[in-house]
């Protein structure tokens, strides 16, 4: 089972997931995302502490940072949980503390939850 919300406003979309976080809702992840960041200048991301995280999710996560960073808006986590912090480990990935800078061409930084 999967959850997807959003709350939308001018300045910033907050996409709240959890469940499944895998290759079977990455589609769907995908279009949210794009949608939010189409929409807001500032994009947070908020995974539940119940979340199944694979790969894809991780992939579908810099897919977007990187969107944002070439459409000078700000992408950012928090409320990650550890399962979040064993996927991209396992990956191969590395996490980053403190807020996005558009700048930079790494994947997103953690702001919150279990990372701190």
Request: net charge negative; with cysteine.
């Amino acid at each position: 089972m999967s959850l997807f919300t959003v709350s939308q406003s001018a300045d910033q979309g907050v996409l709240v997931v959890g469940g499944s976080l895998a290759i079977e809702n990455a589609a769907e992840i995908r279009k949210m995302l794009l949608d939010a960041l189409e929409k807001s200048d500032r994009v947070v991301v908020r995974i539940a502490e119940d979340s199944e995280i694979d790969l894809s999710f991780i992939q579908v996560l810099c897919a977007a940072h990187h969107t944002a960073v070439k459409t000078n808006k700000t992408f950012e986590m928090d409320r990650a949980p550890n399962a979040f912090s064993r996927a991209v480990q396992d990956a191969g990935y590395r996490l980053f503390q403190g807020p996005v800078n558009n700048r930079e061409g790494t994947c997103p930084r953690v702001t919150g939850g279990d990372n701190e």
